[in-house]
Structure formats: structure tokens, C-alpha cells
């Protein structure tokens, strides 16, 4: 069956640190690959998508890789700040339908 | 712009009463359109999906059924709800067909809670 596998540990950081989430997958090979934020009790945020043919995407502090081989995407958080903390959801179409399937997430805290 | 509202934001229900939450999508046509659930702790379980009027997909089968009886509609019911229906209802829509890139843009969450 197909798996994706977030840490579901917190990860505790210290602020201006970069943060590192991982994300692996299992029996598929997907055109892309999303990461959402998401805060408590409210609903996930787009952050992010990169396609298979992409190595590596930016968005001001953010930057995902992917690597279709090893079957994983890293999200990286550079010069990390408190308000960076939530839990950081991937997510994968698995089914080529447009119907995304998520990670358990891993919930980030950055410390001051 | 695209707005996504649902409702209600949190509710408490007895054990067998009927259940219903609703998703209205503005500012586009045609979306598609999705209720996912979040139990305490865990990822999202897409429950049901849909491209366009009455034609609705189911990914878990449980007691739980949608309709979309408009365009930018969407309605998650229960006629019997269950303990373990309890957990963190997000509607979403992404605005691309099938086989596309479509990001999802959720809605704020509906908080369900069966006693």
C-alpha cells in the first residue's frame, strides 16, 4: 500500500536555526509534491510544490528538495523564527486524479 | 479572490443524531471540492471528493455521505453518528481537473465532538 512518512517527533530548534523536515514515500512515484503548513486548529496553508523533474525549489526561506531515487522530499527552514512553529504537512497525489494524500506531519517549535 | 467558508466551527453531538456540515467556495466556477477528516494527532483522511454537480467519490466507506447540490456546495452528512466520527472536518477545493497540480485551499475546520 502506498505510505508517506513524516517524523511524527517534535522537532525543537533553536531560533535562527535552519529547521529540516523529512518526508519519505513508499510504492509510488509522484509527478509532484506539496507541503502545507498548518497551525492548531486551523486549516493546512500551501506552502510549497515541486515536480519530479525539480532537484530543488526556493521560496524566501523555504526550500524543499526532492529526490525521486531515495523516494523523499526535504523541507528546509533557513534563519528560523517562532513564528515559524506548526506542524508541516507533504502531501502526494498518489492516484494521478488531483486527490492528495498527506503525511502524518511533523510539528515544529522554534525557540527564542 | 477565492474565499472557502464552513460551517459550523465546532460542535457537540450525542451518539446517533444525524450530522451536518456544509462548504460554500466563492469567487470561482467548477471547483473541485473535498472533506477531509483529522483525528487528534493523526493526518488528514480524504473521506469524500468531487468534480462538478452530484457526482460524488468516496475514498473510506462509513457512515458518512456528501452531496454537492450546486456548483460551489458541498455537504458532509451523517444520518447516525459514532464515536470515533469525532475528530477535525476540513473542506477544501483546488480549482485544476484531474492529473494537474492543483494545490487545495482549506477551509477553517469544523471540530466535531460525539459523546
Known amino acids: 500500500s502506498q505510505k508517506i512518512e513524516q517524523n511524527s517527533e517534535a522537532l525543537n530548534i533553536q531560533e535562527g536555526k535552519t529547521a529540516t523536515l523529512t518526508c519519505n514515500y513508499t510504492?509510488?512515484?509522484?509527478?509532484?509534491l506539496q507541503w502545507y503548513r498548518q497551525d492548531p486548529g486551523r486549516g493546512p496553508v500551501f506552502l510549497l510544490l515541486i515536480r519530479e523533474n525539480e532537484k530543488e525549489k526556493r521560496k524566501e526561506r523555504l526550500k524543499v528538495t526532492f529526490d525521486t531515487t531515495l523516494k523523499q522530499s526535504l523541507f528546509h527552514i533557513t534563519a528560523s523564527q517562532p513564528a515559524d512553529s506548526a506542524t508541516y504537512l507533504c502531501a502526494l497525489d498518489i492516484s494521478a486524479g488531483n486527490m492528495l494524500t498527506f503525511g502524518g506531519g511533523t510539528r515544529l517549535m522554534v525557540k527564542p | 479572490s477565492q474565499t472557502i467558508h464552513q460551517w459550523p466551527a465546532t460542535l457537540v453531538q450525542p451518539v446517533g443524531s444525524p450530522l451536518s456540515l456544509e462548504c460554500t467556495v466563492e469567487?470561482?466556477?467548477?471547483?473541485?471540492l473535498y472533506w477531509y477528516r483529522q483525528a487528534a494527532g493523526r493526518g488528514l483522511q480524504l473521506l469524500f471528493y468531487?468534480?462538478?454537480?452530484?457526482?460524488i467519490s468516496s475514498e473510506v466507506p462509513q457512515n458518512l455521505s456528501a452531496s454537492r447540490p450546486q456548483d460551489r456546495q458541498f455537504i458532509l452528512s451523517s444520518k447516525k453518528l459514532l464515536l470515533s466520527d469525532s475528530g477535525f472536518y476540513l473542506c477544501?477545493?483546488?480549482?485544476?481537473?484531474?492529473?494537474?497540480?492543483?494545490?487545495?485551499?482549506f477551509g477553517e475546520g469544523s471540530r466535531l465532538t460525539v459523546l
Open positions: 469567487g470561482t466556477s467548477n471547483p473541485n
Open positions: 477544501a477545493w483546488s480549482g485544476l481537473a484531474g492529473g494537474d497540480t492543483g494545490e487545495l485551499f
Open positions: 510504492n509510488y512515484s509522484p509527478a509532484y
Open positions: 468531487s468534480v462538478g454537480i452530484g457526482q
